[in-house]
Every structure is written in structure tokens, then in C-alpha cells.
């Protein structure tokens, strides 16, 4: 399999289970972080600045679960640049960079790190998360080049 290709599954693996451990976590558990919440209003507010009418409801939540899940497949398939032996340990530290990235960024960007930062276990959700994600798209990426 070429290594384009095999990157955009494992980034596209990679963040389908991010998202999906997100969602599900997040429908029983009233602490859980809340990156969605984040990403509508970084959505709504880009849109706004450039005079187009965000969507709302559940039309602002597909939105956004679609935008998310597109830049975090772009951005774990970045995991298939490194060298095969290294695949899994560059996705967990790709992944980890990503969760850091979601506790520190939203204040810089003008948006409310609450949902991701309000507690510890929050916090630790996110960064762990998002390693998944990361970890995932390492392992598929590493397990279709062995099949070379």
C-alpha cells in the first residue's frame, strides 16, 4: 500500500476514535471534557468573522463534528512521515502534542478553554484522548506497511 494512502487511513482511524471515545464518554459523564463545545464556538465565531450566519442547534454540532474529524485525520496522518520502526512512538507523541495543544490553544484563539480545562480529570481526558487518537492512527498506519 502507498504511504499516502495508508497515512490518510490511519489519520482517518486515528481520529474516529477520538471522536468516538468523546462522544461516548461524554453521554454518561457530566464531567467529561467538552472539546465539541469548543470546536462550535471557534466555528461559529470564524464564520461570523468573515459575515457568514454559523449554523446552530444540531447543524452547528454535524458541522463541527465533520470539520473535526477532517482536521484531525489531516493531522494524525502527519504520523506516516516518520520512519516505520518509529510509527507508533511519533502517533502517541503526535497525539500528545494534540491534547496539550487543546488545553493550551482555545484562550490564544479568543475562546473559552472551560469545557477542556475545568478539572483535573478533564484536563487528563483530553491529553488522553487525544494520545489515542494518535497511538490509533500509528498502529493502523504501521500495520498496512507491514502488509508490504
Known amino acids: ?52 450566519d454559523p449554523p446552530t442547534g444540531n447543524a452547528l454540532f454535524t458541522v463541527t463534528m465533520a470539520a473535526d474529524l477532517i482536521s484531525n485525520a489531516a493531522y494524525f496522518s502527519l504520523t506516516g512521515l516518520a520512519k516505520k520502526k518509529h510509527l507508533i512512538a511519533v502517533g502517541a507523541a503526535t497525539g500528545l502534542a494534540a491534547g496539550v495543544g487543546a488545553l493550551a490553544l482555545p484562550k490564544y484563539m479568543g475562546l473559552s478553554d472551560a469545557p477542556v480545562t475545568r478539572t483535573v480529570k478533564a484536563k487528563a481526558l483530553t491529553v488522553g484522548w487525544y494520545t489515542l487518537g494518535g497511538l490509533v492512527a500509528g498502529v493502523v498506519i504501521k500495520s498496512l506497511r507491514d502488509q508490504n
Open 1 to 52: 500500500m502507498k504511504k499516502s494512502l495508508s497515512s490518510i487511513i490511519g489519520g482517518l482511524a486515528g481520529a474516529a476514535a477520538l471522536n468516538l471515545v468523546h462522544q461516548a464518554v461524554k453521554a454518561f459523564d457530566h464531567e467529561a471534557p467538552r472539546v465539541d463545545l469548543v470546536g462550535e464556538e471557534a466555528l461559529s465565531k470564524g464564520l461570523e468573522k468573515i459575515k457568514i
